[in-house]
């Protein structure tokens, strides 16, 4: 019922920026979280940020503590500024939507971001 798309990805050399977008459509009525996830190849998919839709209150992963920053852009959009980028940043990025508090619902099909010389 919901349907994102990601935006914003491609090649950045270390120490540099990237800013992914995450548009939302169909029944996205009563969302309660977007948040950003990522997997690198041979790893699992991790939590990367997060925000809440109703208080604006975030949350990230110690790794990018300091460089990323998730914001919300309007009632469909929600943005991944990345800052001082390594090479181990280097996965596909996934947006993700919450319906209730339990937990990610919807996926987007990500965004490929790498980070090399």
């Known amino acids: 019922q919901v349907q994102l798309v990601e935006s914003g990805g491609g090649l950045v050399q270390p120490g540099g920026s990237l800013r992914l977008s995450c548009a939302a459509s169909g029944r996205t009525f009563g969302t309660a979280a977007m948040g950003w996830f990522r997997q690198a190849p041979g790893k699992a998919r991790e939590f990367v940020a997060q925000?809440?839709?109703?208080?604006?209150?975030t949350g990230y992963a110690d790794s990018v503590k300091g460089r990323f920053t998730i914001s919300k852009a309007n009632a469909n959009t929600v943005y991944l500024q990345m800052n001082s980028l390594k090479p181990e940043d280097t996965a596909v990025y996934y947006c993700?939507?919450?319906?209730?508090?339990?937990?990610?619902?919807?996926w987007g099909q990500g965004t490929q971001v790498t980070v090399s010389s």
């Open positions: 993700a939507v919450a319906k209730r508090t339990t937990g990610f619902d919807y």
């Open positions: 925000i809440n839709w109703r208080d604006g209150s």
